[in-house]
């Protein structure tokens, strides 16, 4: 390989993998993994969940780290790492090195569009999370879907907060506040499967039981909390704030039960 294209890379030491650095970095390719759990979403469409979702899980995983793999070994190849330091639009400038300028323009056009696609996406499921925690919960009832099946208000308060965060804050800290959101939810599903198992009626039912438990779980367990703990030295605002986001929703939690014991 040309060593110009700055692919050989200085070798990684134990000392950088256990840095903030890389634990906050962890959490920006934590996106690209987002959505291999979807699967377990459409697990009444199986004929054979124990066989199908298993295949499903590890063989998504597997297919997007092979992809992820070979994406950033493209990049790496054409781009020297040193100008792809603090860039967004990686994309577009390796699209440019192998292309030329006009196609990768084009490329990076394309990728904006792809990336439209996925917020049509978010906004279409967003609203209707909220407003099926208010069918659930009073304190959020206001939010609940009109009686014309709009979720009107959920719409307009996803869009406020979208247009703070978009105006208050950077790419970076935006990133990381949600990637806080989104490991500490994760963990706390996970952590209810010890819970759950816990439980006789899931024993006698014979559901459905991950293999070598409880290893995979607790290493993703450790992992996450992992990258929690240098977030929070390297990134402590956003850090703090996207804690105190699931500390007011678990707020709006018990006080919606106590509003719902009240009542009976």
């Known amino acids: 390989m040309n060593r110009a294209t700055g692919w050989f890379l200085a070798p990684i030491t134990l000392q950088e993998l256990g840095s903030?650095?890389?634990?906050?970095?962890?959490?920006?390719?934590?996106?690209?993994?987002?959505?291999?759990?979807?699967?377990?979403?459409?697990?009444?469409?199986?004929?054979?969940?124990?066989?199908?979702?298993?295949?499903?899980?590890?063989?998504?995983?597997?297919?997007?780290?092979?992809?992820?793999?070979?994406?950033?070994?493209?990049?790496?190849?054409?781009?020297?790492?040193e100008e792809l330091m603090g860039q967004l639009n990686v994309g577009t400038l390796a699209a440019e090195k192998m292309l030329g300028q006009d196609i990768g323009r084009v490329f990076g056009l394309l990728?904006?569009?792809?990336?439209?696609?996925?917020?049509?996406?978010?906004?279409?499921?967003?609203?209707?999370?909220?407003?099926?925690?208010?069918?659930?919960?009073?304190?959020?009832?206001?939010?609940?879907?009109?009686?014309?099946?709009?979720?009107?208000?959920?719409?307009?308060?996803?869009?406020?907060?979208?247009?703070?965060?978009?105006?208050?804050?950077t790419f970076e800290q935006i990133m990381i506040y949600c990637g806080i959101l989104l490991t500490v939810s994760t963990m706390l599903v996970v952590s209810g499967v010890f819970i759950l198992r816990r439980k006789e009626a899931y024993r006698l039912a014979g559901g459905y039981k991950s293999p070598f438990f409880p290893l995979f779980q607790l290493v993703f367990l450790i992992g996450s909390l992992w990258m929690i703990v240098f977030a929070f030295v390297n990134n402590t605002q956003e850090t703090l704030i996207g804690l105190t986001n699931l500390a007011v929703g678990l707020g709006t939690y018990f006080a919606s039960e106590k509003m719902r014991i009240s009542k009976t």
């Not at 934590?30 to 959505?35: D, K, L, P, V, W």
């Not at 899980?57 to 070994?73: A, E, R």
């Not at 208010?134 to 719409?155: N, Q, V």
Request: cysteine-free.
């Open 20 to 81: 903030a650095a890389f634990a906050v970095a962890l959490i920006y390719v934590s996106y690209s993994y987002s959505g291999w759990n979807a699967a377990a979403y459409i697990t009444e469409e199986f004929k054979n969940p124990a066989k199908s979702l298993p295949r499903a899980l590890v063989g998504g995983t597997l297919l997007v780290t092979i992809l992820y793999t070979m994406l950033q070994f493209v990049f790496l190849k054409h781009v020297p790492a």
């Open 111 to 169: 990728i904006s569009l792809l990336l439209v696609s996925g917020i049509s996406a978010m906004v279409w499921v967003g609203p209707r999370v909220t407003s099926s925690i208010a069918r659930e919960h009073a304190l959020w009832r206001y939010f609940a879907t009109g009686s014309d099946g709009i979720p009107k208000r959920a719409l307009w308060l996803q869009f406020a907060i979208s247009a703070v965060l978009i105006i208050t804050g």
